[in-house]
Structures are given as structure tokens and as C-alpha cells.
């Protein structure tokens, strides 16, 4: 069932417009990128916009917005082109309607003319006979009003008096729908629990899965990879496949992302759990896309070995699909957490400065480059997110405006204030002021004065920061400066007293 090996690999990501592209999305989509990159193949997108109901025009350039800011260079689609464009489903309504025809005509497909309310009736009916899900099937077609039932005269009658119809599938009973997921291995659904699904809408538009279908055939499509929850429409989609005559692409369901406390991650689960859910949401929090992307790809794919971080272009030579597990996997915050901050320390200096300088324009504080650079230098190690060098290292940027209560309570002592005025003076002459040659300084001067390093060091990160942690304090005085320095440790002997 699967294509010749010698097809050139060709995946697509195709969401529906239906609101902000949420991390599951972005999940399917890293999982064809890397796919496709793996194989030398291309990625295309598809905007499968046929739900005018759900339709949202936000949704698009957001999908297209979060793929880029990710790092998923698309080959083909909107904004890119390439040979199978429109890459929208809404522009490709006449395609779908004459392969629809097509089916009606060679007897695979039929009108249906059924109100809603005839179906319905129809639901009532065989429920009080004691069926559980009637369904519209072989077992009900020739009740209901339909071109299978009709005679050909009710049929033009019905044309021309324009009523509304549907283009259904006619299923053949008694079969069975066999397929060899990549992920998960043999998958068998009998053609009983498949109903007439509606292929053409009244209004003329096209479901899902006849617009998924055609598309994946005409765009070439050699591998479908997307979530688990596609899984039961896959035996409509190979009952198309073998009624148009055409060969399907393989396919490949990705596990179920699930919350960390079981089941699935709806969103309502994840808002109740504050898991963001839109990629949005994650870069608004502040976390960086080479995190983000980490996460995901263990999100179902682990490359079997102890190596946890990679970057995209890593992630695209150790990926496989064979290491796709089709168990669901569990959402894990922390783990996030800790790929960001892992990710944020391997940037470089430059590129991790101009990633905080935004949070430092949101906080209001301007600064040098060179001076930012320096900051972030002193702060990585420390650092989960890039607001935490605003949020943790605000002394960085202006004055502490109060002291630590605790801090202070336990470290400021009565000699303090003193200390801190002559090291101030000490510190005004003192040749080169860099964390090497303060280090030395400070020893000296505690020696000089009699008193533990405990006793100046202390006081001099309280005078400095106002808090009780942060970097080295020699790295720290380094970066600020002399005068700053000198500013502060005064400031803090004359408040602190
Ligand atoms: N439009 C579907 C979605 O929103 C596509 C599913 C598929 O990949 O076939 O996810």
C-alpha cells in the first residue's frame, strides 16, 4: 500500500484557520519538517479553510507567524508558492465538485436530498427499534431520500426544483479497510462502522475528507503524519483513495499529547493547569523557539540515546519515525522549563542580549549594548527565562530602591555601615576594576580591617543588589562599575546606617 521507495518524499502540514495554532499543531508540523528534511524532501503547508462556520482570519497569518518564529522553513505553500498552488482549499472548490461528479456518476457516490430533520427522524426511528447508533448507512440509504431510492424522475424533479443535496460515499458493507501505520503497525477497520460520509457539502464545499484526499493526491503527498486523533477518519480517507483509483500515501498518527495528570491535554485541562496552549501564549511567556522545538520533538520521538539537547538541524539528522512510540505522551511544564534554560545559556552572548532587550524596553530601562552584553554574561547561568534578567537582576539597571528585611536583619551589622564607607573609599583609587583584581582587593582590605570576608561580602551584595542572590559579587561589581559602585555601597551605609 505504500508508495515505491523511489518517490521523492513530499509531506504537508494542513491546519484548518480555525483559531491560533497551538502546540500540538506546531508539534505535527515540526514532526513533517524534520521528516521531510531528514529525507530531502519537501514540506508544504496547506490551509484547509472549507469550514466557513469556524473560519477565523487571524488564524493564517498566526499559523504562518509561529512556523517562522520556530525556525520550520517551509518549501511550498501560502507566502512561499510552488507547483500545486492555490494552497488553500477555498480556492480549489471546482476540483473537488467535478471529482465528486465523478464518483456520482460511476455509481461510488450519490445525491442525498434528506433535511436534517428527515435525518433525524430517521435517528428516532431505528434508536425506539433498538439501535444504539443508527447511522446513515447501507442499512438505511434506500429509506431515505436519496438518488439510490428515488426514482430518476423524483431526481430531476428534485434538480429542478433546486432542492438542497449532499454528495455522500456509497460504503460497501462487509469489508474491511487494512493499512500499515508507520507508527503504530497494522490497522484494520471493517466498512460496518463507516458511514455514507457527506463528501460534498450542500453549499457546495467540500468536507474535510474529500478536500484532504483530492489534495494529498494532487499535491503529491507521499507521507500523511499527523495526530492520533486523525486516526478514525484514515479508513474514509482509503475507501476515497481506492474509489478514485488512486494509490494513498502512507500514513503515520503521531500519540496523543496527554496532561500531566492523565488524559488528554484539552484546553481546558491545560487552562486549568496553566499550560499555555497557543504557540503564542509560549512566546509571550518568554520562551525561546529552540526550547520550545526541543520539547516538542520528545514529545513522542526520543532518539534513544542520553543526548537531550539538540538544536533543529540536530534534531533533523538524528530524527526517524521508527522512533515515533504511538503511546500518549505526558505534558511536562518543568521540562520545558529546563530545555529553555538550557538553550538560553548556549546562545550567544549577542544574540541572548538582543532576545532580553525587549523585556528591558517593557520595564523601561535603556542601555548600551556593550553594557547588556555584560549583564547577561554575568546572569546566564542563573536564568529560566529572558525576563529573568529583568526580574532577577533589576539592581543591574537602577538602585535598589529597599533592602532585603531578612537580609539585612541577619547580615547588616553595627560595624557595617563603616565598613562600607571605607571600602567605598578604598575601592575610589583602585587601579583596575575588574572581578580578578577586586577579588584580591577585598581580601586585602578584610585582612587590613580584621574581619571575616563573610562580614564585607554580605553587606557589599545588600548595599549592591538589595537582594541576597544573584552572580559572583566580584563579577557583579565588574559590571556595574566603579562609580555605581561606590554610589551604592555609601547609599546603603547611610540608609541601612
Ligand atoms: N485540517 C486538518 C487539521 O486541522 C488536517 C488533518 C490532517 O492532517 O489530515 O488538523
Known amino acids: 500500500m505504500t508508495l515505491p521507495v523511489s518517490s521523492p518524499v513530499r509531506v504537508r502540514f494542513a491546519p484548518s484557520p480555525t483559531g491560533l495554532l497551538h502546540i500540538g499543531g506546531l508539534r505535527t508540523a515540526l514532526y513533517n519538517y524534520l521528516f521531510a528534511q531528514k529525507k530531502g524532501g519537501t514540506f508544504v503547508l496547506r490551509i484547509e479553510d472549507t469550514d466557513q462556520g469556524r473560519y477565523v482570519a487571524e488564524a493564517e497569518p498566526d499559523i504562518l507567524d509561529s512556523l517562522r518564529w520556530a525556525g520550520l522553513?517551509?518549501?511550498?505553500?501560502?507566502?512561499?508558492?510552488?507547483?500545486?498552488?492555490?494552497?488553500?482549499?477555498?480556492?480549489?472548490?471546482?476540483?473537488?465538485?467535478?471529482?465528486?461528479?465523478?464518483?456520482?456518476?460511476?455509481?461510488?457516490?450519490?445525491?442525498?436530498?434528506?433535511?436534517?430533520?428527515?435525518?433525524?427522524?430517521?435517528?428516532?426511528?431505528?434508536?425506539?427499534?433498538?439501535?444504539?447508533?443508527?447511522?446513515?448507512?447501507?442499512?438505511?440509504?434506500?429509506?431515505?431520500?436519496?438518488?439510490?431510492?428515488?426514482?430518476?424522475a423524483e431526481v430531476e424533479e428534485h434538480l429542478a426544483a433546486g432542492t438542497p443535496f449532499v454528495i455522500r460515499?456509497?460504503?460497501?458493507?462487509?469489508?474491511?479497510?487494512?493499512?500499515?501505520?508507520?507508527?503504530?503497525?497494522p490497522v484494520a477497520f471493517d466498512t460496518e462502522g463507516i458511514d455514507d460520509q457527506v463528501l460534498l457539502k450542500s453549499d457546495g464545499l467540500p468536507t474535510y475528507h474529500l478536500a484532504n484526499v483530492i489534495d494529498d493526491h494532487d499535491m503529491a503527498i507521499t507521507h500523511v503524519i499527523r495526530g492520533e486523533e486523525w486516526l478514525p477518519s484514515t479508513p474514509k480517507h482509503l475507501l476515497l483513495y481506492k474509489a478514485f483509483g488512486w494509490r494513498p500515501p502512507q500514513m503515520a498518527h503521531l500519540p496523543l499529547i496527554l496532561s500531566p495528570n492523565g488524559g488528554k491535554l484539552s484546553k481546558r485541562n491545560a487552562d486549568r493547569m496553566g499550560i499555555p496552549v497557543s504557540v503564542q501564549q509560549y512566546r509571550a511567556e518568554g520562551y525561546e523557539p529552540e526550547a520550545l522545538i526541543n520539547f516538542l520533538a520528545f514529545l513522542g520521538w526520543n532518539p534513544g540515546t542520553e543526548q537531550e539537547l539538540f538544536s533543529l538541524d540536530e534534531l533533523v539528522d538524528a530524527f526517524s519515525i521508527e522512533?515515533?512510540?504511538?503511546?500518549?505522551?505526558?505534558?511536562?511544564?518543568?521540562?520545558?522549563?529546563?530545555?529553555?534554560?538550557?538553550?538560553?545559556?548556549?546562545?550567544?552572548?549577542?544574540?541572548?542580549?538582543?532576545?532580553?532587550?525587549?523585556?528591558?524596553?517593557?520595564?523601561?530601562?535603556?542601555?548600551?549594548?556593550?553594557?547588556?552584553?555584560?549583564?547577561?554574561?554575568?546572569?546566564?547561568?542563573?536564568?529560566?527565562?529572558?525576563?529573568?534578567?529583568?526580574?532577577?537582576?533589576?539592581?543591574?539597571?537602577?538602585?535598589?530602591?529597599?533592602?532585603?528585611?531578612?537580609?539585612?536583619?541577619?547580615?547588616w551589622k553595627p560595624d557595617s555601615a563603616t565598613l562600607m564607607r571605607l571600602l567605598a573609599e578604598t575601592l575610589l583609587s583602585h587601579p583596575d576594576f575588574n572581578a580578578k583584581s577586586l577579588d584580591d582587593a577585598i581580601h586585602a582590605f578584610a585582612e587590613e580591617n580584621e574581619v571575616g570576608l563573610g562580614r564585607i561580602m554580605a553587606p557589599v551584595r545588600l548595599a549592591l543588589t538589595g537582594v541576597m542572590s544573584g552572580p559572583s559579587v566580584f563579577e557583579m561589581m565588574e559590571v556595574l562599575g566603579r562609580e555605581i559602585c561606590n554610589r551604592r555601597l555609601k547609599r546603603a551605609a547611610e540608609r541601612l546606617g
Not at 406 to 411: D, I, L, M, Y
Open 323 to 411: 522512533r515515533v512510540g504511538s503511546a500518549g505522551v505526558q505534558f511536562n511544564l518543568e521540562k520545558l522549563a529546563w530545555f529553555n534554560a538550557q538553550h538560553l545559556r548556549q546562545l550567544p552572548l549577542a544574540e541572548l542580549a538582543q532576545r532580553v532587550r525587549p523585556e528591558l524596553e517593557k520595564a523601561g530601562y535603556e542601555v548600551e549594548d556593550a553594557y547588556l552584553q555584560n549583564v547577561v554574561q554575568a546572569m546566564r547561568e542563573r536564568i529560566h527565562r529572558r525576563s529573568d534578567v529583568v526580574n532577577d537582576g533589576r539592581y543591574f539597571f537602577e538602585d535598589p530602591v529597599e533592602y532585603d528585611e531578612k537580609g539585612v536583619a541577619k547580615r
Open 169 to 185: 460515499l456509497k460504503v460497501v458493507p462487509g469489508e474491511r479497510v487494512l493499512f500499515e501505520d508507520a507508527i503504530r503497525g
Open 73 to 152: 522553513k517551509l518549501d511550498e505553500g501560502p507566502g512561499v508558492g510552488g507547483p500545486h498552488a492555490p494552497y488553500y482549499q477555498s480556492q480549489r472548490k471546482k476540483r473537488y465538485q467535478e471529482l465528486a461528479q465523478q464518483l456520482v456518476d460511476e455509481g461510488k457516490a450519490y445525491l442525498a436530498f434528506d433535511t436534517a430533520d428527515d435525518i433525524q427522524a430517521m435517528r428516532e426511528r431505528l434508536q425506539a427499534a433498538g439501535n444504539a447508533s443508527p447511522t446513515y448507512n447501507a442499512a438505511t440509504r434506500l429509506q431515505m431520500n436519496n438518488s439510490l431510492a428515488c426514482s430518476a
